[in-house]
T-cell receptor, first 115, second 115 residues
Framework: DARVTQTPRHKVTEMGQEVTMRCQPILGHNTVFWYRQTMMQGLELLAYFRNRAPLDDSGMPKDRFSAEMPDATLATLKIQPSEPRDSAVYFC?????????????FGEGSWLTVV | QQQVKQSPQSLIVQKGGISIINCAYE??????FPWYQQFPGKGPALLIAIRPDVSEKKEGRFTISFNKSAKQFSLHIMDSQPGDSATYFC??????????????FGTGTSLTVIP
């Protein structure tokens, strides 16, 4: 059963600490998305990769957030330094190349609390 | 700027009733409209999707109605069950040759089905 795998599932950290979230996309998928979900904003796109190259990270606060794909099986989202307002659920999603009926599949999320 | 507007924010329906969630969009370049279902503690999961050249798609108790001229689409859940209680997101896909697929999500509808 192919699925997107995210780690950690839950993270509580102190303000100012570095947080790294990891994502293993579904094998064969070449597009990877990072979303942040909050009650106020819903699902916000943070970054988007195709064939490991970043295509759109305009939704990401550049001063503290960074996203990378070191290889085709790993995407990372890093927050340094973390702030309480970063508390949210961070979802990774992956998908096939564009085509009829192609959509994206979400992981179960990384629940981040910054205190 | 919200590309996809979703309503209502929350919905309470009696078991056996019909749940209706509405979405509207402005960008006529959107070419695919999926709905996602999210249970507490889980990531959004694809529920049903429609292309804009089709006015209706039905899968079991779930139906999407699509009105291209009005730029609106809706999810109907027939014979709603307590197990349908979840948050539902509509989405719209935009394809660009240089960036591939991007997905824009509504703000979500929290559905509660009362036994």
């Amino acid at each position: 059963d192919a699925r997107v795998t995210q780690t950690p599932r839950h993270k509580v950290t102190e303000m100012g600490q570095e947080v790294t979230m990891r994502c293993q996309p579904i094998l064969g998928h070449n597009t990877v998305f990072w979303y942040r979900q909050t009650m106020m904003q819903g699902l916000e796109l943070l970054a988007y990769f195709r064939n490991r190259a970043p295509l759109d990270d305009s939704g990401m606060p550049k001063d503290r957030f960074s996203a990378e794909m070191p290889d085709a099986t790993l995407a990372t989202l890093k927050i340094q330094p973390s702030e309480p307002r970063d508390s949210a659920v961070y979802f990774c999603a992956s998908g096939y190349p564009p085509g009829p009926g192609n959509t994206i599949y979400f992981g179960e999320g990384s629940w981040l609390t910054v205190v | 700027q919200q590309q996809v507007k979703q309503s209502p924010q929350s919905l309470i329906v009696q078991k056996g009733g019909i749940s209706i969630i509405n979405c509207a969009y402005e960008n006529t370049a959107f070419d695919y409209f999926p709905w996602y279902q999210q249970f507490p503690g889980k990531g959004p999961a694809l529920l049903i999707a429609i292309r804009p050249d089709v006015s209706e798609k039905k899968e079991g108790r779930f139906t999407i109605s699509f009105n291209k001229s009005a730029k609106q689409f809706s999810l109907h859940i027939m014979d709603s069950q307590p197990g349908d209680s979840a948050t539902y997101f509509c989405a719209a896909r935009l394809f660009r040759w240089n960036t591939g697929n991007q997905f824009y999500f509504g703000t979500g509808t929290s559905l509660t089905v009362i036994p």
